[in-house]
Structure formats: C-alpha cells, structure tokens
C-alpha cells in the first residue's frame, strides 16, 4: 500500500514541477503587460512600424512567448541585453504571426557572436549555413535546438527592411524547415494538397533558378538560394518579408505559395499617417 502511494505522490509531484509550473509561468509572462523598455526596442524595428495594429498585439505575444522559452548565451565576450533579445524574436516570430505554429517548439538556445564568425561543424555541413568564404558565418541553424547569429549581420538585416536580406528571417525559416526532421526546404503544411503544389511549385522555380544562373542571368532570388532546396527556401522567405511586391511581380504563383504557408501579406504593411515623417 505504501509504494502505491509513494508512486502516486511521485507522479503527482513530477506532473507539478514538469508540467504544471512552468505552464502557470508561461500564462502569467504572457499575461504579463508588454514591458515599456521592450516597447522602445520594438518600435526600432522598421517592419513593426508597418505592420496592423492586430498584429502588432499579436507579436507582442509572441515575444513574450518567445524570451520566455529561448535562451540566449553571449559568445566572444558579447553581452547579451535585452535589445537584443527583443530584436532577435521580433524578426523571428514574423514567421509564426497570424497561423497555427510550435513556436519553434525545438529551438531552445540562441548563440550571439559580435559579428561573423567560424565553425567547423558548420562548413561540414551545408544546410542551414550562410557563408562568407574561407568559413566565416552570419549565422547557422541547427535541428538540435540551437541557433548562432552574428550581432552586427543581425541589426543589418533588421535595419534594411527592404533589401531582401536578413540573418534572422533566413536561419528562422530554416528552423521551421528543421521541424519535421529534415532540412528539405519543406516546412510543416496543413494539408496533403499544400504538400503537392509546394513540391511542384517550389521544385519548379528551383531548377529555374539554377538554369538561369547556368545562363549566366541576374536573378531577384539571390544566387544562393540554388544550393539546395533547404537554402531555397530560407532566401525566399527574406524575399517575401522584405521585397514582396517585386517578389510578386516577378514570381507569382511561388509567392501565393509562400502566402498560402505564412497566412500574411507583406505586400500590405503600409506606414500608418501617424508614422510617416516629413
Ligand atoms: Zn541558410
């Protein structure tokens, strides 16, 4: 009788400390008002300036959601503060806005460097790497839960809303990709017919891609994306985040696949009166 009831309190108590609490932390960070300093960081951001006012609230959410759950570790001497950190989910969790998401449920550990950085697991292996030559990173993704990010590439990236280049939407998509196990350029979909149209549409721009740069043709798509599917994918991503009516224009049926995944139009993002300066 008494091991049946030791074993019942066991399990009581492990439910409590692994489940129960830090679900009761999580509702109360999310509860929690949108801290003031957060705020001043956030309206930095360029693309949160645009953005509805829904989905504002709804980002917020998810950072609180986010600097909940991640860890941040400073490398090289860098300390890590708190701009950072808001910097770094803002971008990230444009991915996940207005749509059923894990909130990177595998991700746990962000890694900042000052600025590029090496890594030797990283040249072995070429999905989730932007790479500058002789092995110098901007950032790495990896399925195991971590991500390294340079600082400087990161507020680049963030401050160019419009270049269609940025650390953090790249590695991020590169997560989502990493989700289902295996860094193909296809992410988790909602659907069986979601999974067909983006293998023949993503499959089909990819291998035109290639082509014209075989050609020797200047591409909106940046020339890496032509690695592999995985690179595809996470250059298309910053391309529709940060040049959609271009990426628009000039691919449209890859974009509408892209819009029928991320379940938001960048192309509507327009500067409020409020917020435009003469
Ligand atoms: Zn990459």
Redesign the pocket.
């Known amino acids: 009788m008494l091991w049946i009831i030791l074993v019942a309190l066991g399990s009581a108590l492990a439910y409590a400390f692994l489940v129960w609490l830090p679900r009761r932390r999580l509702d109360k960070a999310l509860q929690a008002p949108f801290p003031s300093d957060w705020m001043l960081y956030l309206q930095r951001s360029p693309v949160y300036k645009v953005l509805p006012s829904s989905l504002q609230l709804e980002l917020q959410q998810k950072i609180k959601h986010f600097l909940h759950t991640k860890r941040f570790v400073g490398c090289d001497g860098l300390q890590v503060s708190d701009e950072m950190r808001v910097t770094i989910a803002a971008e990230a969790c444009l991915l996940i806005l207005n749509r059923p998401s894990t909130q990177f449920r595998k991700l746990r550990w962000i890694y900042i460097f000052p600025s590029q950085f090496r890594s030797k697991q990283a040249q072995r292996n070429e999905y ?3 790479s500058k030559p002789a092995g110098s990173l901007l950032g790495v ?1 990896w399925s195991n839960g971590r991500i390294v990010l340079a600082w400087d590439s990161v507020q680049r990236g963030v401050s160019s809303a419009d270049d269609g280049s940025n650390v953090v939407l ?2 991020f998509a ?1 997560q989502l990709d990493q989700e289902d196990g295996s860094a193909d350029g296809a992410p988790l979909l909602y659907d069986r017919a979601s999974y067909k149209q983006w293998s023949e549409v993503l499959g089909r721009e990819f291998n035109a891609l290639r082509e014209a740069l075989e050609r020797g043709e200047q591409t909106l798509i940046n020339p890496y994306g032509a690695t592999n599917p ?2 595809f994918f ?1 250059v298309i991503t910053e391309l529709f985040f940060e040049r959609p009516a271009q990426f628009h224009d000039t691919h449209p049926e890859l974009f509408n696949t892209l819009l029928a995944y991320y379940r938001i139009d960048p192309q509507n993002w327009q500067p409020s009166e409020s917020s435009i300066s003469t």
Do not use: F
């Open positions: 989730g790497v932007v993704s790249h590695e590169h995985a690179e996470a």
